[in-house]
Nanobody, 125 residues
Framework: QVQLVESGGGLVQAGGSLRLSCTASGRSFSTYNLGWFRQAPGKEREFLSAISWTGSSSYYAESAKGRFTISRDNAKNTVYLQMNSLKADDTAVYYC??????????????????WGQGTLVTVSS
């Protein structure tokens, strides 16, 4: 299958920006649908965004729409999450995920093929 490794997390002040990266490896990684979730302390995992394997289609949760942008570079085997106007409530561990066939319905919390280990984003107010 595919293996995922996130990077780019860290400490940022409110109003700032971060770009998270998730690099994939493994069989047929370029054909996987990719996306991002997060899990804040004491809360359940929350869907943020998904992008199709071609990069031509994407969608966002309401919590991410307008501030976060998902993109991918298949030549680099990487999916990105650009996060702007960060707020303290954005503090969470951010995970990337992959699924070979499923693209729609990620907001309903389906079981996906692969998950990264997570990268911590801390937003100070």
């Amino acid at each position: 299958q595919v293996q995922l490794v996130e990077s780019g997390g860290g400490l940022v002040q409110a109003g700032g920006s971060l770009r998270l990266s998730c690099t994939a490896s493994g069989r047929s990684f370029s054909t996987y649908n990719l996306g991002w979730f997060r899990q804040a302390p004491g809360k359940e995992r929350e869907f943020l965004s998904a992008i199709s394997w071609t990069g031509s289609s994407s969608y966002y949760a309401e919590s991410a729409k307008g501030r976060f942008t998902i993109s991918r570079d298949n030549a680099k085997n990487t999916v990105y999450l650009q996060m702007n106007s960060l707020k303290a409530d954005d503090t969470a561990v951010y995970y990337c995920a992959a699924d070979r066939y499923r693209f729609s319905g990620w907001n309903r919390g389906p079981s996906l093929d692969a998950w990264g280990q997570g990268t911590l984003v801390t937003v100070s107010s």
